[in-house]
């Protein structure tokens, strides 16, 4: 969003807010009238702000109970009017994700105005500070701590919709090889251009992670049916291993991986990662061929082994 760039502003209640005076980048406003409405607006599309009028057809207790609150908290700002001035209850708000509660006496096109920018610019700082402690910094991906933290949101939101969700891992190997005949630059090329593969094979829902140095994680945030999971992890096991053009040489990567169900396997962000990452460290890795250091090399064929099929 640029400095002049409209605020887009998602209103749900009974009316429209007079903005339209306001200074400053302008407001773009989206009316809905319910709950149930701007539940699929938020599937569709991200806006800078939620404003939320509650009132006689909007109770505190149906937003409360709103399935798609945890999701609008992570992405957007927002901003509850109503008419309950209680400390607490305006404490409970805050620890749920909402940025601020204006009362409705208080909610004149000036100061909704200034809540609002205040309230999508505190949004904007918190995102930067949560990205700067929870990316991994030489492929721009979400951490561990990072993942976590959305897949127990999600989980959240998985108990009210429940829908099948897949935990992929994948552990590379052949970054060592690559550092040791090109060097350390050209093995974080590598790991970069793997990371790159795995996002370009996913929709832009689905989460991609970089657990560490050689493991990355994939969450599919919903699925059709569970045989989805093994295809998807199939496919970009595949996709990790075509060669990679690093420093004007191919380079290749051998791949293990694992996968992790929701609800059948874990209903928790531990238990999904933990089987996932146990599969992932124990399953043989494909692709080994042309490895320099016998670690990723692993353990030379007998002259009658088949070896391990290839995908």
Sequence with gaps: MGL??????????????????????????????????????????????????????LTPQALACWPALSHAVLDQAVVLIGDDSDPEQAWRWMHRGVQDLLPAHEASPATLERVLRLSVERKRLDRLARKAFATDLATGLPNHAQLLEHMTHLLALREREPAPMALLVFRVE???????????????????????????????????????????????????????????????????????????????????????????????????????LGQASTASAEGRVGFVNRVERGTPAAANDEGPPVS
Excluded at 38 to 44: D, E, G, I, K, S
Excluded at 201 to 218: H, K, P, Q, Y
Excluded at 236 to 250: E, K
Excluded at 267 to 276: E, G, M
Aim: charged letters at 15%.
């Design 4 to 57: 002049t760039d409209p605020l887009q502003v998602l209103c749900v209640g009974a009316s429209l807010p007079d903005l339209a005076g306001a200074a400053g980048p302008p407001f773009a406003l989206t009316s809905c009238p319910d709950l149930d409405a701007a539940a699929r607006l938020l599937q569709a599309r991200t806006f800078d702000a939620v404003l939320v009028q509650l009132g006689a057809g």
């Design 174 to 276: 052949g970054l060592l090889t690559t550092e040791m005949s090109l060097g350390a630059t050209a093995a974080q090329v590598l790991r970069r251009k793997a990371a790159v593969r795995l996002r370009a094979g996913l929709r832009a829902s689905d989460v991609v992670a970089a657990l560490g140095a050689d493991t990355f994680a994939v969450l599919l945030g919903w699925i059709d049916a569970p045989a989805d999971g093994a295809r998807v992890l199939a496919k970009l096991t595949a996709a990790l291993r075509q060669p990679y053009s690093v420093a004007g040489q191919d380079q290749a990567l051998a791949v293990s991986a694992g996968l992790a169900l929701y609800p059948e396997q874990g209903k928790d962000a531990n238990t999904l990662l933990h089987r996932a």
